[in-house]
């Protein structure tokens, strides 16, 4: 069963590194990218448009932290909670135990 998952991981892969070959030989026009206050150099399509994609990832792994961060801290202060639960939960069980005749 191990095998086919990484047999359709490399397929899958393998296809996407095919799309992306493709996709940088299909736009190799040079284009100047104007940004109003600043003009960059001309540089192919495929690469402005893999720049904005990197660009667009980063910042929304930024964006994301501070949901992230707070998910986590919710969730470890979960499981403290959980462990004195338990615990107490534990020590009543072995008082009731003792107390019986």
């Known amino acids: 069963m191990r095998w086919l998952k990484?047999?359709?991981?490399?397929?899958?892969?393998l296809g996407?590194?095919?799309?992306?070959?493709?996709?940088?030989?299909?736009?190799?026009h040079t284009v100047p990218l104007?940004?109003?206050?600043?003009?960059?150099p001309p540089?192919?399509?495929?690469?402005?448009?893999?720049?904005?994609l990197a660009s667009g990832v980063?910042?929304?792994?930024?964006?994301?932290?501070?949901?992230w961060l707070r998910l986590r801290t919710t969730l470890s202060r979960a499981q403290r909670l959980n462990r004195q639960q338990r615990k107490e939960l534990d020590r009543l069980?072995?008082?009731?135990?003792?107390e019986l005749p």
């Open 6 to 13: 990484g047999l359709i991981l490399a397929i899958i892969l």
């Open 16 to 28: 996407v590194l095919l799309v992306g070959i493709l996709f940088a030989v299909n736009n190799q």
């Open 34 to 40: 104007n940004l109003i206050w600043v003009e960059l």
């Open 43 to 52: 540089i192919s399509l495929s690469v402005w448009l893999l720049a904005s």
């Open 58 to 67: 980063v910042l929304g792994m930024l964006a994301m932290t501070g949901v």
């Open 93 to 98: 069980r072995v008082q009731e135990l003792k």
